[in-house]
């Protein structure tokens, strides 16, 4: 815990992770009150699908145009802006329907403004860590980050449904709202980073790929530096094929619960709180630990080790045994995005960080939802072995080709 102590005692990083786990916290109810209130509307399962679709799909766009502009101005004031536009907006729907003049395009609008915007925090906050922390302390860094997303996964939706039972979604909105409010005043309370600055020069003998003059705008600079890069290429790739399994496996949990297990709502509900229980686990301790071998390596171990343990899915275990199963592979696979930020963190040059964020976040981002058109296809036949196959191939493929890739040994992936 040493590790995490000495990082909350920075002023600065205090100011942004705390101000960021509240924010994500609010985002996590968010949606769900979005949803209730189109129900209560009248809306159908179609309007759903709609809303939810509007909800993440504006990300493409917003992603482009946020790297760009994190690396025009200051990161601070950027995520400050960000997160006053989006108060705002959320802060609308229960304005409105305190005077009886919410209606359900309002709703499809804010949802919009959300997914155009969200970028902008997922970019910006690494951009910003990058200057507040320094290399040794990166990854236990990361690993807080994950940890505001995880817990927002798991405690927002909850407290949603009890807020929403009590006191009606609008409240909810109004609470995420300020949220968003008080991450603004953690930003400004911000001193300027200690780290590097744009344009400034990179420590001596960091890694990096020679050649990209602090002075290129633009998002080409930003794909060239990519591809020149081997170590976040394959991670990269890694990433897209882990989210496609993840988009699988949101269609096989419930499928599984309901007919091989014959469980209702709360099994299926169980199950999920076991995954992120085990995902929670592996990032308090890859965060807590000083990890000493390459991270590229470990990465691809992790992976590996990921898809054995869901082969064992195959054999329809019974629920305390999937129980079992869902925790280790949470605990494994928590530990992937810590590491590879870490490594990203350590090869971006400053000056364009917010771009290559903003286009490697947006580029994983987009290839969940293809795991949940593939799991239709799967699926059709209604055989889930199919599935759990695939989703077990789409980690341990990938880690045992990361075993073998030079990239990812020692070098710019290891511990300085």
């Not at 989006?86 to 305190?98: C, E, H, K, N, Q």
């Not at 910006?124 to 860094?141: C, M």
């Not at 309370?189 to 002075?215: F, I, N, Q, S, Y």
């Not at 995902?279 to 080790?305: K, N, T």
Request: proline share 6%.
């Amino acid at each position: 815990m040493n590790r995490y102590l000495r990082l909350l005692r920075q002023r600065d990083f205090a100011l942004l992770w705390g101000g960021a786990t509240v924010s994500a916290l609010g985002d996590g109810m968010s949606f769900v009150a979005l949803l209730w209130l189109l129900l209560e509307r009248g809306g159908t399962a179609t309007d759903v699908g709609w809303l939810a679709a509007v909800h993440t799909a504006p990300v493409v766009i917003g992603g482009i145009a946020t790297g760009v502009i994190l690396d025009q101005f200051d990161p601070r004031k950027v995520l400050a802006v960000d997160n006053a536009i989006r108060g705002l907006t959320v802060a609308s729907v229960p304005i409105a329907a305190a005077f009886g003049v919410l209606t359900t395009a309002q709703l499809f609008v804010v949802a919009a403004v959300y997914g155009l915007l969200f970028m902008t925090s997922a970019a910006g906050i690494p951009s910003l860590i990058t200057r507040l922390v320094g290399q040794r302390d990166l990854t236990t860094a990361n690993a807080m980050e994950s940890l505001s997303f995880s817990l927002s996964g798991l405690i927002g939706p909850a407290v949603a449904g009890l807020v929403i039972a009590g006191f009606g979604a609008p409240v909810v909105l109004a609470l995420d709202a300020i949220t968003y409010f008080a991450f603004v005043a953690c930003l400004l309370l911000m001193r300027e980073g200690r780290g590097l600055g744009h344009g400034e020069a990179r420590e001596p003998g960091a890694p990096g790929v020679p050649g990209v003059p602090a002075t290129s705008r633009g998002l080409g600079p930003a794909v060239r530096f990519i591809l020149g890069a081997p170590a976040i290429v394959a991670i990269t790739l890694f990433y897209m094929s882990v989210n496609i399994a993840g988009g699988i496996v949101t269609v096989v949990i419930p499928l599984y619960v309901r007919d091989i297990l014959h469980g209702g709502s709360e099994t299926f509900g169980l199950l999920l709180s076991v995954l992120t229980a085990g995902d929670l686990a592996g990032l308090l301790v890859v965060g807590a630990v000083s990890w000493r071998w390459p991270l590229g390596r470990s990465i691809a171990w992790a992976l590996f080790a990921s898809g054995l343990v869901l082969l064992l899915w195959l054999l329809r275990p019974p629920m305390i045994a999937l129980g079992a199963i869902l925790f280790v592979w949470g605990s494994l696979s928590s530990s992937l995005t810590p590491w590879a930020q870490t490594i990203r963190m350590r090869l971006i040059p400053p000056e364009m960080r917010g771009r290559v964020f903003a286009l490697l976040r947006t580029s994983m981002q987009s290839t969940r939802p293809i795991g949940a058109v593939v799991a239709g296809i799967l699926l059709a036949q209604g055989d889930l072995t199919i599935a759990i196959a695939a989703v077990a191939l789409l980690f341990g493929v990938p880690g045992f080709i990361g075993l073998w890739l030079p990239a990812l040994g020692p070098g710019p992936t290891a511990e300085p």
